[in-house]
């Protein structure tokens, strides 16, 4: 089974402090995602990574970065956080070429106050 | 643009009823869609796509190119189905770019 882990299942910070937040998957996939659900929006998609070192925009990429070193590793980063960032953060990874579906993590819920 | 719409919020039907959960996609090429589930305090999980044409959990749905539509059917509903549900759709020729979700349906089993 494709397992999809995150560094926190919940996650308190302040208002301007640089959060991190973590994602590994462990079976060889060549993409990765980031996503945001909050209540009546979906999932909204924050950034994606094709390849290690690679990354594109997404639907809501204001106010977050990420980083990809290692193909198992991606980063989700909130260089200063804001209180509308407070959610759920979920990521995805899939195999890539012909295959399109996406296995997702438990997701990190983030309060930021 | 590609776009997936699922216009009920919430939807609330006794055990025992029939479930009718609604798709609709925009894409000019041809897709391929999915529907996720979420369960209460699980993750995201997928719940059936329309390739492989199963049936999950008695979940059924077909593709309907000419009114562009996916909905998620299941004769009789029970409880443990109250969860949220996402139709997904991708619709690309490559494997390496996102899936586009709808905003998701919420479905209540009351019993």
């Known amino acids: 089974d494709v397992k999809v882990t995150q560094s926190s299942r919940y996650l308190v910070k302040r208002t301007g402090e640089k959060v991190f937040l973590e994602c590994v998957q462990d079976m060889d996939h060549e993409n990765m995602f980031w996503y945001r659900q909050d209540p009546g929006l979906g999932l909204r998609l924050i950034y994606f990574s094709y390849d290690v070192k690679m990354k594109e925009k997404g639907d809501i990429p204001e106010g977050y970065s990420v980083s990809r070193e290692k193909k198992e590793r991606f980063s989700l980063i909130l260089e200063s956080a804001s209180t509308n960032q407070t959610s759920m953060y979920l990521c995805?990874?899939?195999?890539?070429?012909?295959?399109?579906?996406?296995?997702f993590g438990p997701g990190t819920r983030l309060t930021v106050t | 643009a590609q776009r997936v719409t699922q216009p009920e919020k919430l939807l609330s039907v006794f055990k025992g009823a029939p479930v009718e959960l609604k798709c609709n996609y925009s894409?000019?090429?041809?897709?391929?869609l999915f529907w996720y589930v979420q369960y209460s305090r699980q993750r995201l999980q997928l719940l059936l796509r329309?390739?492989s044409r199963e049936s999950i959990k008695g979940f059924t749905a077909d593709l309907n190119k000419g009114e562009t539509s996916f909905h998620l059917k299941k004769p009789f509903a029970q409880e443990e189905d109250s969860a949220m549900y996402y139709c997904a759709l991708s619709g690309t020729d490559s494997g390496n770019t996102p899936l586009v979700f709808g905003k998701g349906t919420r479905l209540s089993v009351i019993a």
């Open positions: 995805a990874s899939s195999l890539g070429g012909d295959s399109y579906e996406q296995y």
């Open positions: 894409y000019s090429g041809s897709p391929e």
């Open positions: 329309h390739i």
